[in-house]
């Protein structure tokens, strides 16, 4: 029999995040001939997100449904996701790096006693070895990690290894696994979302964020509108939220949230080292700054040197110009 990885499999409002079907991908790269064993656990129906890890490349999914799985609790999950492990005794495991995979990674590498490479943005696969590649100093450099044991456990940065196609032609046996949860001691009585609308900024592959330099939360308008015209997402600097002119969890950088996207676009952003810490490894950065000196135009591939409110409002006209 093939080897089995487990995919753990992440959702967010009853949707599977982008971010585990890029962990199928990541567990193909680490073996293409195993068998790939995606995971959800909920307490609702789970079939239509086990089909869609079948769609992105995963052989079958396990299914955990409890009412102790109804929120997120790394002690519910916790205890779900171990009797997979201890069920199925797979060879590696992947899972996203998110909040929740921040959460529960090291808490199984600990009850499995193996270790974990977290944060992976890249993986080579020699003839010898099996390296991962992460990013360490807030995005400064980065290091080379290789398993000393024969159980890689790794968590993905969204955004980083392509899923596989869509493929709704694809089929896999879908089980469901009964399970136990004892001694819970966190129970999540109500889940208080801050407002936000479209797509989610740590997932988007485009994000379009505000600095100070944008003035005020009215200011922060166009920057929507470019976003939308983009198909992107907002985010800002902590200068912007500091300043009261957009929300904490637009927060990019050391202390908020760190994004890949395909397409970044810093407006009125100075590039402080702690903000270029959760943006830095963007695919393409484009800077708008009316200072020419402004430290962002070092990590930009393309700077934009002048007044962000004469600038933004020329960009969203002929993006919509393109896009008609
Ligand atoms: P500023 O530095 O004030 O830059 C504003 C820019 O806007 C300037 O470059 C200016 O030229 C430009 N500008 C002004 N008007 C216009 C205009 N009309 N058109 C075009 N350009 C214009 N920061 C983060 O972002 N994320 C973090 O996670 C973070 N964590 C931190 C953690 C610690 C421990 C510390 C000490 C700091 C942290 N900071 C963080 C803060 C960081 O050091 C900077 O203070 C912050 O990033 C500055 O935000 P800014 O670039 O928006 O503002």
Redesign the pocket.
């Known amino acids: 029999m093939s080897e089995k990885l487990l995919v753990i499999g992440e959702t967010k409002d009853g949707a599977l995040r982008n971010v585990s079907f890029e962990a199928i991908a990541a567990a193909k790269i680490l073996n293409e001939n195993a068998e790939i064993i995606g995971v959800v656990c909920g307490n609702d129906d789970l079939e239509s997100q086990a089909l869609e890890l079948i769609y992105y490349g995963a052989d079958r999914v396990v299914t955990v449904k409890h009412s102790a799985l109804k929120a997120y609790t790394s002690e519910g999950f916790g205890q779900a996701i171990l009797a997979v492990i201890n069920d199925e005794s797979p060879a590696g495991i992947v899972m996203g790096h998110t909040s929740i995979g921040k959460d529960l990674s090291p808490k199984l590498a600990s009850k499995l006693d193996t270790g974990l490479v977290s944060d992976v943005t890249e993986i080579e696969v020699t003839e010898n070895h099996l390296a991962f590649i992460r990013p360490i100093y807030s995005g400064k450099a980065f290091e080379k990690k290789i398993f000393t044991s024969d159980f890689p456990f790794i968590t993905i940065r969204p955004n980083n290894i392509p899923s596989m196609k869509r493929d709704t032609a694809r089929t896999g046996n879908i089980r469901e696994l009964d399970i136990e949860v004892t001694d819970i001691r966190t129970i999540v009585t109500n889940v208080i979302r801050k407002a936000t609308e479209g797509v989610d900024l740590s997932e988007a592959k485009v994000v379009v964020a505000?600095?100070?330099?944008?003035?005020s939360a009215e200011g922060f308008k166009p920057l929507y509108e470019l976003a939308e015209a983009l198909g992107g997402a907002v985010g800002?600097?902590?200068?912007?939220?500091?300043a009261d002119y957009c929300d904490y969890s637009l927060?990019?950088?050391?202390?908020?949230k760190v994004v890949t996207p395909d397409l970044y676009i810093a407006?009125?952003?100075?590039?402080?080292?702690?903000?270029l810490?959760?943006m830095s490894n963007s695919k393409v950065i484009v800077a708008?700054?009316?200072?020419p000196e402004?430290n962002?135009f070092n990590i930009a591939d393309y700077g934009i040197v002048?007044?962000?409110?004469e600038?933004i409002p020329l960009l969203i006209e002929e993006i919509n110009k393109v896009k008609v």
């Not at 800002?236 to 500091?242: F, H, L, T, W």
Request: proline letters at 0%; hydrophobic letters at 35%; one cysteine or more.
């Open positions: 505000g600095g100070r330099g944008v003035k800002a600097s902590r200068g912007a939220c500091d927060q990019i950088g050391q202390t908020g407006v009125g952003i100075s590039g402080a080292i702690q903000h810490a959760g708008i700054n009316k200072d402004a962002i002048g007044d962000l409110f600038i």
